[in-house]
């Protein structure tokens, strides 16, 4: 990006809701408080990012739960960043999530309870390699550093990511589960004495992503992660502009003459580094 900005750098424009695909299920929970926020604040702080997904339509990367909202509130376009899914600046990782003990007796049991095929490896590596060659849908990490990698089959639950929804949807009830993405995840789970086991996935490719929005056959939330350079962060969109009844080109014109309007005013600026940011 060269050191001026221009609009079409920031790459935010007003899409039909319609085309907005999300490619995992969202939390009821978290929606309606971010409902209630955006509702009593009035403005959106930051737009979803979306990728083509062809014919027109657009897959969430980050922001299900704002995309959610704004389609709850009778949104008929939602602004949004666009990025490209093959551009060095979007990587796509997945999260893994730390057991309370409670949890990770349902995720056992889950297992069992579905003959799942297990295969105990001694390390998180070997783990690692097994779920990204797709020769198994999960892994528990254990306090010893084994970890148990299962196959459920898909027949029950239709599809791969069938089973990923059972089965988040079976422990996500049994105690608040966080999600992390530090390596060192054997160091975790024997520091760690109220959650005994930390549970890893996938890492997914983009055409899984797309694949997901496009038939609908969703992941759980909060297993994928994208990695996206370039953000555009707190824009503070006024929530009665998004909401309004005017047409997509009107809003879109009024988009570029506001973001025309910030730049030149120097109100933008563009972090070309990491940087560490210090929330009071």
Known sequence: MNNRIEVRDLRLKFVEAEAVLLHEQTDTARVDRLTRSVTEDGFLRNPPIVAPAGDGQWVVLDGATRTTM?????????????????????TLHAWYHVLPASAALEAGRFAADHQAEITVVESVAEARTMLDNRQGIAALVHENGTCSVFVIPSTTFGTPFGVLRALVEVYGGAGEIYRIVHNDLVEI????????????????????????AVTGDLLPAGITRHLISGRALNLNIDISVVLNGSSISEKNSWLRSWLTSKILAKKVRYYHEPVFVFDD
Do not use: W
């Open 189 to 212: 789970v024997r520091t760690t004495e109220a959650c005994p086991e930390v549970i890893m996935f996938p890492t997914f490719t983009p055409q899984d992503i797309q694949l997901a």
């Open 70 to 90: 704004l389609k709850n509130l009778g949104a008929r376009h939602i602004p949004v960043q666009c990025v490209e899914y093959d551009s060095d600046s979007v």
